[in-house]
């Protein structure tokens, strides 16, 4: 990954926006995460607002063992639960893939132990975008 911001780990494809879709999926399964939500961004805004906007999903991420050891550590974590990845199109026709830096996300609780298991689920998250990035020729690839 080529630059290191505190929020996120994200990538730009050279794909299209559904095969991107598909191939995050995939990746999420192979390191033990299932998707519990999938927002479709620009259908919403469109209903709701009747706004065009770009080709835009949030898909809500879950491994369960992992949720559970930090839900049995502070229920109150739920707040900052599932993981999110986003999925859009891209000015250029190209696709941006990013997933939560979950220490980042876990610093507003000040827990070691928390901390830790969001280290770890961390290394499985930057594994898929690395995964996806590796799948097809990516543009860029960094940590925001």
Do not use: W
Request: with cysteine; net charge negative.
């Amino acid at each position: 990954m080529e630059n290191m911001q505190r929020y996120a780990y994200s990538t730009v494809l050279d794909i299209s926006y559904e095969d991107a879709i598909s191939r995050v999926t995939d990746a999420l399964k192979q390191e033990g995460f299932g998707v519990l939500t999938e927002i479709d961004v620009k259908a919403t805004l469109k209903k709701k607002l009747d706004k065009d906007f770009r080709k835009y999903v949030i898909l809500g991420a879950c491994n369960p063992p992992y949720a559970y050891r930090t839900l049995i550590t502070d229920l109150d974590v739920g707040l900052l639960l599932p993981c999110n990845v986003i999925v859009y199109e891209t000015d250029d026709g190209k696709t941006y893939v990013a997933a939560i830096n979950p220490v980042s996300a876990l610093e507003v609780i000040k827990s070691e132990e928390l901390r830790k298991i969001a280290e770890e689920v961390s290394v499985k998250l930057q594994t898929v975008i690395e995964k996806v990035s590796k799948i097809t020729p990516f543009v860029s690839n960094k940590v925001e």
